[in-house]
């Protein structure tokens, strides 16, 4: 599964800021840690505020923080923000769609292997890249 550069973006933010999920993140400092194009960046900040993901705060002393208990936000709720076609039964071989009667040969072991892919994704928290130190 390829993942768009948007959602590559935006697990790298999210993990970055989950590092101290109390913590008040400005653009510039998640530009400085994540070298993400500023304009994009600013898109994506107000993309994830929309969704709930994170929280905006104005003002002087303002920025964003993660909106919830980074226990309870899996990679799988991020990736649904940004990507249409996750749950889209995707064919291995690149036809539009699995319309073919019967199906190809890799037509079970391909929708196994997504099947697997999106249980990690649902089981997978920011506390778990936490707590094992990683950053996407």
Same mark, same amino acid.
């Given at each position: ?31 400085? $840690?994540?070298? =993400?194009?500023?304009? %994009? *960046?600013?898109?994506?900040?107000? #993309?994830?505020?929309?969704?709930? /993901? ?12 993660? $909106?919830?208990? =980074?226990?309870?936000? %899996? *990679?799988?709720?991020?990736?649904? #923000?940004?990507?249409?076609?996750? /749950? ?32 990690? /994704? ?15």
């Amino acid at each position: 599964m390829n993942f768009s550069k948007t959602t590559e973006y935006a697990l790298r933010i999210l993990s970055f800021m989950a590092k101290d999920d109390t913590k008040l993140y400005s653009v510039n400092e998640i530009y400085d $840690a994540l070298k =993400i194009p500023l304009r %994009y *960046l600013k898109k994506q900040m107000t #993309v994830l505020s929309k969704s709930g /993901l994170i929280k905006s705060i104005q003002g002087r002393q303002g920025g964003y923080k993660i $909106a919830g208990n =980074i226990r309870n936000i %899996y *990679l799988y709720d991020i990736i649904s #923000v940004t990507e249409d076609n996750i /749950l889209q039964n995707v064919c291995f071989f690149g036809y539009p769609d699995c319309n073919r009667r019967p199906h190809c040969v890799m037509h079970e072991k391909w929708a196994s292997v997504r099947e697997n892919m999106i249980g990690v /994704l649902k089981k997978t928290s920011l506390n778990d890249l936490k707590e094992n130190n990683k950053t996407i």
